[in-house]
């Protein structure tokens, strides 16, 4: 599975960004897939989920409520649409799959996605 991230930007704070996440795959709906973030000198963290099917979501507590991730299966493509930035949400966007992804588990460790984009940089002024 090859994944493309993309949509990043510089950004004042308060606005919106949408990532995209397209895979390279027959289809995508098998997988499970998930958006991380890593900001410079910081580890890559969680910030959201979701099941082949849609379901199965879950969000870092630093972006519930702003940020909501959505999947459409036909066009091999994950979005996470990003509102109300703040400047701490600068990072290098990564989305991430895993061939099986139990709706009532939160997977939340970079280790438990096997597959990974090469990230798009979101930077948001202050």
């Known amino acids: 599975v090859q994944l493309q991230a993309s949509g990043g930007g510089l950004v004042q704070a308060g606005v919106s960004l949408r990532l995209s996440c397209a895979a390279s795959v027959r289809s995508i709906s098998s997988y499970g897939m998930g958006w991380f973030r890593q900001a410079p000198g910081k580890a890559r963290e969680f910030v959201a989920q979701?099941?082949?099917?849609?379901?199965?979501?879950f969000y870092a507590d630093s972006v519930k409520g702003r940020f909501t991730i959505s999947r459409d299966n036909a066009k091999n493509t994950v979005y996470l649409q990003m509102n109300s930035l703040k400047p701490e949400d600068t990072a290098v966007y990564y989305c991430a799959a895993r061939a099986s992804l139990n709706s009532n588990t939160w997977y939340s460790s970079p280790q438990q996605y096997p597959y990974w984009g090469q990230g798009t940089q979101v930077t948001v002024s202050s």
């Open positions: 979701i099941s082949w099917n849609g379901g199965g979501i």
